[in-house]
Structures are given as structure tokens and as C-alpha cells.
């Protein structure tokens, strides 16, 4: 029996290892050093990452616009090699065009939890979008927003969710936007820890992509259930006329300031080079920070590129975490 095909059997079956060692170890000692290098050296290659995987729906946003079903996101996203699923509200017109009813709302839930089950998929979270601004200035309008986010609360838990990501968009200037976000977010997190929520805070744009102001907010609301979804490529405090971004914040440092209040990470990706690194964002200084935090729950893999398809991006950035997971410290 050759030493290759001695290891792959020794994994699963020990049994041989030991018969062959004691029929001729005494015969060929370096082959049985040779043997255990080949063990040790299987053992790391099949070491797994820090973190589990989820995709983010929004990686595959493209496909529903264009007519694809929603409903299907827990069977795409079990072939593509994730285990967890993070949705996202604003992609599902039946429930939007119904006005959130609670009829709709149920259905979303019935169906998702349906494909979830079949496809033994994991329900992570629901980014929730187009309810109104966290954050306004206005303390009764503030209030109705923080209510139209009540039903999402519960669909999280009825569907088997740890947390709600919401927006903190609202007030212009910082004292008044972490005053609002403070008694916004204390609102929506007292009501989610009825249902054993948690309220998560994304840097998605204007004041929200300030890390240190963010991070301020959090440590003013200070609750349990209330926290960040820290993302990888969301730094753009505020973008010129022509799209392109006129006050972006430091990346690494965004992160690392948020992740002490981390219960997710979203992984952004965009455009990616010939040996598979993202263009614009170092993943092994990103996952670096996110391991050096105690982080150890889902990454969501999140693609918004346009050289690849939504499944070639969603797959690149996929095994990019796996791989540049591989030689962190």
C-alpha cells in the first residue's frame, strides 16, 4: 500500500494505520515519519475558517429584478456552498405591493422557512430596507419609523433569526444624528428583546459609514441586543454628483472600530484580479481584524460587481475568505 493511500485510509479508518505500522515500522522507519508529516500535513489543509458562511441576498439581486423568485434564495444559495441565510426585505415586491399586511408577512415567513427547511439552510438575519429613517431629527416620525420596523422584529423571530440589520439614516449634522440614533435605536431594541432580537446597525452611507461616530452610538445605547453589522466596502460618508465617493472613510479603521459591537460581518466585494484578491479591500488584513475582535459567528458574502455574474462574484468571494482565512495569525 502506497504511503499516499495509506493516509487518506488512515483518516477514515485508524485501524489500518496501526496494522500497517506494526507489520513494517521496524522495516522502514522513515516511511512511517514520512507517514506522520503526510497526517499532520492533511490535518491543516482541512483546517476550517474561524467563521461560518452566509449569503447575503443582495448578492443575487440582479436575478430578482429581472424576474427571478426570491423564494429561491435558500436553494441558490445551498448550491453555491453556504450554510446560512441573510435576506433581504426589499426584495420581495409580493410583500411591498401588499402593503406589509399581515397576511403577506406571514406568507414571506411561511415560504421562507419552508425552503429553509427543505434545503437545510440556517435563517441568519433580515436586512430590512425602506421603512423610514432610524434616525430623523423629528422624535414623532422617528417613532413611526421605529414602529413600521415592529413587524420585521417578528418575522426575524418567527423565522429562527438572531437579528434584524437596519439603517441609520436620518439627521444631517453629528450631535443631532447620534442624539436621534441613540433614542431611535433604544426604541426598536427595547421592543426586540421582547422576541429575543437583536438590532444591528450596518455602515451603509451618510453618518452611518463614520466609524467612530457609529461606534459612539453603540456604546450610548448600550444593550445586549443592540449592535453593528460591520461591512467591508460601506465607507462612503458622502458621494459627488457623479457617483463617486467625496469623503471616504478609512476602511480598516471603520472595522476595527466596529467590531466590538459586532453580532455579523458582510463581506463586500466588487471586482477581483487574476489571482482572485479583491481589488479595493486586503481580506487577510480584514479578516485579520475581525479574528483579532473574537469574532467567530457568519460572514456574509455580499458581491456588487459588474465583470463577473452574480454566481461567479458570489463563488470568488467565497473562496477568498476561505483561503485568505488560511495564514492569519
Given at each position: 500500500m502506497k504511503?499516499?493511500?495509506?493516509v487518506?485510509?488512515?483518516?477514515?479508518?485508524?485501524?489500518?494505520?496501526?496494522?500497517?505500522?506494526?507489520?513494517s515500522?521496524?522495516?522502514?522507519p522513515k516511511?512511517?515519519?514520512e507517514v506522520?508529516?503526510?497526517?499532520?500535513?492533511?490535518?491543516?489543509?482541512?483546517k476550517?475558517?474561524?467563521?461560518e458562511?452566509?449569503l447575503?441576498?443582495?448578492?443575487?439581486?440582479?436575478?430578482?429584478f429581472?424576474?427571478?423568485n426570491?423564494y429561491?434564495f435558500?436553494e441558490n444559495a445551498?448550491?453555491?456552498?453556504f450554510?446560512?441565510?441573510?435576506?433581504?426585505?426589499a426584495?420581495y415586491?409580493d410583500v411591498?405591493?401588499?402593503n406589509?399586511?399581515d397576511?403577506?408577512?406571514?406568507e414571506?415567513?411561511?415560504?421562507?422557512?419552508?425552503a429553509?427547511?427543505k434545503?437545510d439552510m440556517?435563517n441568519?438575519?433580515?436586512m430590512?430596507?425602506?421603512?423610514g429613517?432610524?434616525a430623523?431629527?423629528?422624535?414623532a416620525?422617528?417613532?413611526k419609523t421605529v414602529?413600521a420596523?415592529?413587524?420585521?422584529?417578528?418575522?426575524?423571530?418567527?423565522?429562527?433569526?438572531?437579528?434584524?440589520r437596519v439603517?441609520?439614516?436620518?439627521?444631517?449634522?453629528?450631535k443631532e444624528?447620534?442624539?436621534?440614533?441613540v433614542?431611535?435605536?433604544?426604541?426598536l431594541?427595547t421592543?426586540a428583546?421582547?422576541h429575543?432580537i437583536?438590532?444591528?446597525v450596518?455602515?451603509?452611507?451618510?453618518l452611518s459609514s463614520?466609524g467612530k461616530?457609529l461606534s459612539?452610538v453603540?456604546s450610548?445605547?448600550n444593550?445586549d441586543?443592540?449592535g453593528t453589522l460591520p461591512d467591508f466596502g460601506?465607507f462612503?460618508?458622502?458621494?459627488?454628483?457623479?457617483g463617486?465617493?467625496?469623503d471616504?472613510y478609512?476602511?480598516?479603521?471603520?472595522i476595527?472600530e466596529l467590531m466590538?459591537?459586532?453580532?455579523a460581518?458582510?463581506?463586500?466585494s466588487y471586482?477581483f484580479?487574476?489571482?482572485?484578491?479583491?481589488t479595493k479591500?486586503?481580506?487577510?488584513?480584514?479578516?485579520?481584524i475581525?479574528?483579532d475582535?473574537g469574532?467567530?459567528g457568519?460572514i456574509?458574502?455580499?458581491?456588487?460587481?459588474e465583470?463577473?455574474?452574480e454566481?461567479e462574484?458570489?463563488?470568488?468571494?467565497?473562496d477568498?475568505l476561505?483561503?485568505a482565512?488560511k495564514n492569519?495569525?
Amino acid at each position: 500500500m502506497k504511503v499516499k493511500n495509506l493516509v487518506k485510509q488512515s483518516v477514515k479508518y485508524p485501524l489500518v494505520l496501526l496494522v500497517f505500522c506494526f507489520a513494517s515500522c521496524k522495516d522502514a522507519p522513515k516511511k512511517t515519519e514520512e507517514v506522520k508529516e503526510e497526517i499532520a500535513k492533511t490535518k491543516v489543509d482541512e483546517k476550517k475558517p474561524f467563521f461560518e458562511l452566509s449569503l447575503a441576498q443582495w448578492s443575487l439581486h440582479k436575478q430578482v429584478f429581472d424576474g427571478g423568485n426570491p423564494y429561491d434564495f435558500a436553494e441558490n444559495a445551498k448550491k453555491l456552498g453556504f450554510t446560512g441565510l441573510e435576506y433581504v426585505s426589499a426584495l420581495y415586491n409580493d410583500v411591498k405591493e401588499a402593503n406589509y399586511s399581515d397576511e403577506a408577512m406571514a406568507e414571506f415567513v411561511a415560504k421562507s422557512n419552508e425552503a429553509a427547511k427543505k434545503h437545510d439552510m440556517k435563517n441568519v438575519l433580515i436586512m430590512v430596507d425602506g421603512q423610514g429613517d432610524l434616525a430623523l431629527a423629528d422624535a414623532a416620525e422617528r417613532k413611526k419609523t421605529v414602529e413600521a420596523h415592529y413587524k420585521w422584529v417578528k418575522a426575524a423571530a418567527e423565522m429562527g433569526c438572531h437579528a434584524i440589520r437596519v439603517n441609520l439614516a436620518g439627521a444631517t449634522e453629528e450631535k443631532e444624528w447620534v442624539a436621534s440614533s441613540v433614542d431611535g435605536l433604544t426604541q426598536l431594541g427595547t421592543f426586540a428583546k421582547e422576541h429575543n432580537i437583536n438590532v444591528i446597525v450596518e455602515n451603509h452611507g451618510g453618518l452611518s459609514s463614520n466609524g467612530k461616530l457609529l461606534s459612539e452610538v453603540m456604546s450610548k445605547v448600550n444593550m445586549d441586543n443592540v449592535g453593528t453589522l460591520p461591512d467591508f466596502g460601506n465607507f462612503c460618508i458622502k458621494k459627488a454628483e457623479d457617483g463617486s465617493c467625496e469623503d471616504m472613510y478609512d476602511i480598516y479603521k471603520g472595522i476595527t472600530e466596529l467590531m466590538p459591537y459586532a453580532k455579523a460581518v458582510s463581506a463586500k466585494s466588487y471586482n477581483f484580479d487574476a489571482e482572485g484578491n479583491e481589488t479595493k479591500i486586503d481580506y487577510a488584513k480584514m479578516l485579520q481584524i475581525v479574528k483579532d475582535a473574537g469574532y467567530t459567528g457568519f460572514i456574509g458574502v455580499e458581491y456588487e460587481g459588474e465583470e463577473k455574474s452574480e454566481e461567479e462574484g458570489i463563488i470568488a468571494t467565497r473562496d477568498l475568505l476561505i483561503n485568505a482565512s488560511k495564514n492569519l495569525k
